[in-house]
């Protein structure tokens, strides 16, 4: 009887230890990226078959500091402030946006930047035709608000983004809302 008991005992410690992990890679389903918010948005192009559409995107990875700062200086009324960070997707590094870029505001309200600059790399199979969106270029930012205590930086964007053998053009159209670390100055 007590080998019976043993031999449930064993059956269900397998059971349990064979369950499948859910979440990111790693051991316990951690991973070295870290995640503060979400950069998502939408690519409208035209498929290789001539039919307009549009694809989501997601980034919400991101792997040092370094790749998540903003910078916020105060004088009086008026401040200036700057932002360069990155994400990316957690299985495919070559899917990434980098963005940065710089303003100023009054009255602790932010002004659309005067400088902003993305840098985009997104691959997605669509109906068996791999498609790779990138571009490096200045894009239009809007509807920016900064916390500088908490670093909360929230912001509407668009843009142009080239794929396909001819480069053809894409828009690309998006919403940020990340939490960046206070870094060094910018502007």
């Avoid at 995107?57 to 790749?67: C, D, G, L, N, P």
């Avoid at 963005?99 to 790399?121: A, H, I, K, Q, R």
């Avoid at 790779?132 to 916390?147: H, K």
């Avoid at 912001?155 to 053998?165: A, E, H, I, M, R």
């Amino acid at each position: 009887m007590k080998s019976f008991y043993l031999l449930v005992l064993a059956v269900a410690l397998c059971a349990a230890s064979c369950r499948a992990k859910e979440g990111e890679p790693g051991p316990a389903g951690q991973s070295a990226l870290k995640q503060q918010g979400e950069i998502s948005g939408t690519i409208a192009f035209t498929t290789i078959a001539g039919k307009d559409t549009s694809v989501p995107f997601s980034f919400k990875y991101f792997s040092s500091i370094k790749e998540n700062t903003f910078s916020y200086q105060q004088n009086g009324t008026y401040t200036n402030y700057g932002f360069d960070f990155k994400r990316r997707d957690l299985q495919d590094q070559n899917c990434y946006i980098n963005l940065n870029g710089y303003g100023y505001g009054v009255n602790d309200t932010e002004s659309d930047p005067d400088y902003s600059y993305m840098e985009f790399s997104f691959l997605k199979v669509i109906n068996g035709d791999l498609y790779e969106f990138s571009r490096n270029t200045s894009i239009t930012v809007t509807n920016v608000t900064l916390d500088p205590a908490t670093g909360r930086l929230t912001y509407d964007f668009s843009g142009t983004v080239y794929y396909g053998p001819n480069d053809d053009e894409a828009t690309v159209t998006g919403k940020v809302d990340v939490t960046l670390n206070r870094g060094g100055s910018k502007g």
